[in-house]
């Protein structure tokens, strides 16, 4: 009996935008957004005929050949080469009169303070 495997991405979007000051919530620099692919084995359970799935894990079959497990949309990523490294948007430089701060949650946001 054949089990397909199931399969989904997840679109991330870093977004660059000012934090206080006269240019509050202005852009400062195009988004960045990637994809990262997943997948779920299943197995059959032959007692009582069911499928059953594990998982979710990081997919290293599916994306760009060149970084398997992500599809770069657009931007600078720092992507990892095997499962358990980290990966990262590369930041635009903000110029000499901002700082950046990083905020870890669902979705990325990047916040430059004045």
Request: glycine letters at 8%; hydrophobic letters at 40%; zero cysteines.
């Amino acid at each position: 009996m054949y089990i397909p495997v199931k399969q989904q991405a997840r679109t991330v979007t870093a977004k660059y935008v000012i934090a206080g000051g006269d240019k509050n919530g202005q852009q400062f620099a195009p988004d960045s957004q990637i994809q990262v692919f997943y997948a779920q084995t299943g197995s059959l359970n032959v007692a009582n005929n069911t499928i059953t799935y594990g998982n979710w894990q990081w997919d290293q079959t599916a994306g760009d050949s060149t970084t398997p497990g992500f599809k770069v949309i657009y931007g600078s990523w720092s992507l990892p080469k095997e499962a358990g490294q980290t990966w990262q948007v590369n930041v635009p430089d903000p110029g000499k009169d901002y700082v950046v701060v990083n905020i870890r949650m669902v979705k990325i946001v990047l916040i430059v303070l004045i």
